[in-house]
């Protein structure tokens, strides 16, 4: 019996290494809640003194008749759930790679887990492990983090959220959750607004912040205390949930909004010529043209035909671009989101934004000869030619011409639509700027992620710092209430006081740089530009 149990032992360790996880405790010492419709039983991990919770189902499984349908209440089963696996990503597909945008003209041309229409899960993480539940106002800080992935990709099985429990010594409970990608969760068309629910994706979001108000209180978090992170696609989910209902959701879902990395491709209107142009190649795709109900069609359609599609369409888009990306619903999104923010109008009462310093050149065929005004008019399909041109001269002094590609990419859709953002909020909003070389887009992710890729520098006194700004924010809607006595970051003046941000970046020898600067004003006349013009962008 002892060699039997000794064996157990050394397989279970083996396993935990090959998922590169952390040892927990038996799963009869694990605390277990209950959430009315199921009761889940986690999983401690004594690395780093949390217990976790994967795989928490928090609606309906979307498919038959619930394919581009709103998200319903998940059903009611009995006995105890093991919540210690993590839970099917959602169908994935990747970014365009096409020289040229097929929309210019009216013609078309993480960790190895299991891929399902059945992936409406979400991952609760807690500090300690014990769970006890409290009554509202009185528990802990919560993040909700949403995945990024220009939602076509991503998974909450990517993420480790007992890294945000330990960045912030142990004050959050931690929320990761998923939703519906690609043409999953962002169909548009009118047969989907007559037959459907437009923007699937964001109403799963949506739908968990919701689940997150009724039941984070069983896990010890305080739902008054919610705040809203994402990168990229998920900072963009955040922008989305930021302006939904035209920046008025009753009952609010968060107090505190946290974006690295805000992402704004064309959001149009979801009738609008690109959109039916985008359901015709669906219905085209699928046999379901004949039909007198297209939209019906496509639910009886075979899954693993519109994921193939699902791929085909993203990757014959313009190089760098998500084509299956949130549109003007007029329900949940009622216009574009620079107009509500232009407004002042926005959910949550404090913002925290931080940009990387290169954001467009991942995503930018570095070998392009396009000039910058025929870069944009691919990059926009709806800007007048005469729009494209005003850009030349705010661009073409600016290096090569995948140099100047890849600023107008980055600041129109990720950098721009942030300094949107922190107008919005006024006095209440700070931005940082990260710029580790080569400072690409994600390249800050391990710094408060550490299990998403190496610290470059493994300088304590950096990631501190920069970590540290997120989870004051989180739990005292400050990024300067420090609670940790190794931050070196100095007093981070809102961004409304004189454009001021905080770098982050180090010396040459590897020493951390952490300190104020303003915004570029080249940058600022730029973003005017970009505004200007997003009715055309649509954004």
């Not at 990503?89 to 945008?101: I, M």
């Not at 209180?217 to 963009?236: C, H, L, R, Y």
């Not at 007048?384 to 100047?404: C, F, K, M, V």
Request: charged residues 10%.
């Amino acid at each position: 019996m002892l060699l039997q149990t000794g064996l157990m032992v050394v397989l279970q360790s083996l396993l935990c290494l090959q998922a590169f996880c952390s040892p927990v405790s038996a799963a009869a010492s694990a605390p277990i809640v209950n959430l009315g419709y199921a009761q889940y039983q986690g999983a401690i991990d004594a690395t780093s003194n949390t217990t976790s919770f994967l795989g928490i189902r928090f609606a309906s499984p979307p498919v038959g008749n619930l394919r581009w349908a709103a998200p319903q209440a998940p059903p009611t089963v009995s006995g105890i759930q093991q919540a210690t696996e993590q839970p099917n990503q959602c169908y994935q597909a990747s970014n365009g790679n096409a020289p040229a945008s097929p929309w210019r003209g009216t013609h078309l041309s993480k960790r190895d887990v299991s891929t399902s229409e059945d992936c409406l899960f979400l991952n609760v993480y807690t500090p300690g492990d014990t769970v006890t539940p409290v009554s509202s106002g009185s528990g802990l800080p919560v993040i909700v983090f949403i995945h990024g992935g220009g939602y076509i990709s991503g998974a909450a099985s990517q993420w480790e959220g007992s890294d945000l429990i330990v960045d912030s010594n142990h004050g959050v409970v931690v929320v990761l959750i998923q939703y519906r990608l690609g043409l999953f969760g962002f169909l548009p068309g009118e047969a989907v607004k007559k037959g459907g629910a437009l923007n699937a994706g964001l109403l799963d979001q949506n739908y968990a912040l919701q689940w997150v108000q009724s039941h984070i209180n069983t896990f010890g978090g305080d739902p008054t205390k919610v705040t809203i992170w994402g990168e990229s696609a998920g900072a963009g989910s955040v922008l989305q949930h930021v302006v939904a209902h035209g920046g008025n959701t009753q009952p609010p879902l968060f107090r505190a909004a946290m974006t690295s990395s805000t992402f704004l491709p064309s959001q149009y209107q979801y009738n609008d010529r690109i959109p039916e142009l985008l359901y015709g190649e669906v219905v085209n795709g699928t046999n379901c043209g004949p039909s007198s109900d297209t939209l019906s069609c496509l639910r009886d359609a075979d899954v693993n035909t519109l994921a193939s599609l699902d791929a085909t369409i993203n990757e014959s888009g313009f190089y760098g671009v998500y084509t299956f990306v949130p549109v003007i619903d007029g329900t949940f999104i009622v216009e574009r989101p620079t107009v509500t923010l232009a407004k002042g109008r926005h959910n949550g009462e404090a913002l925290l934004s931080v940009t990387n310093e290169f954001e467009g050149t991942v995503f930018v065929d570095q070998k392009t000869t396009l000039d910058i005004s025929q870069y944009v008019t691919q990059l926009f399909p709806n800007l007048e030619l005469w729009q494209a041109a005003l850009a030349t001269p705010l661009y073409d002094h600016l290096g090569t011409a995948a140099q100047q590609a890849s600023l107008a990419m980055g600041e129109s859709i990720f950098v721009c639509p942030t300094y949107y953002l922190l107008e919005a909020f006024g006095s209440k909003a700070w931005k940082g700027e990260f710029a580790i070389p080569p400072a690409y887009h994600a390249n800050d992710i391990p710094y408060y992620f550490p299990g998403n890729g190496p610290q470059t520098p493994e300088n304590a006194e950096f990631i501190t710092a920069f970590s540290n700004g997120f989870m004051a924010l989180t739990m005292s809607m400050d990024p300067n209430a420090k609670y940790n006595s190794s931050d070196i970051t100095p007093t981070w003046k809102s961004w409304n006081q004189g454009h001021t941000e905080m770098l982050f970046n180090k010396t040459a020898a590897g020493a951390p740089v952490v300190e104020p600067f303003s915004s570029d004003n080249a940058l600022l006349e730029r973003c005017l530009y970009w505004r200007s013009v997003s009715a055309w962008s649509a954004q």
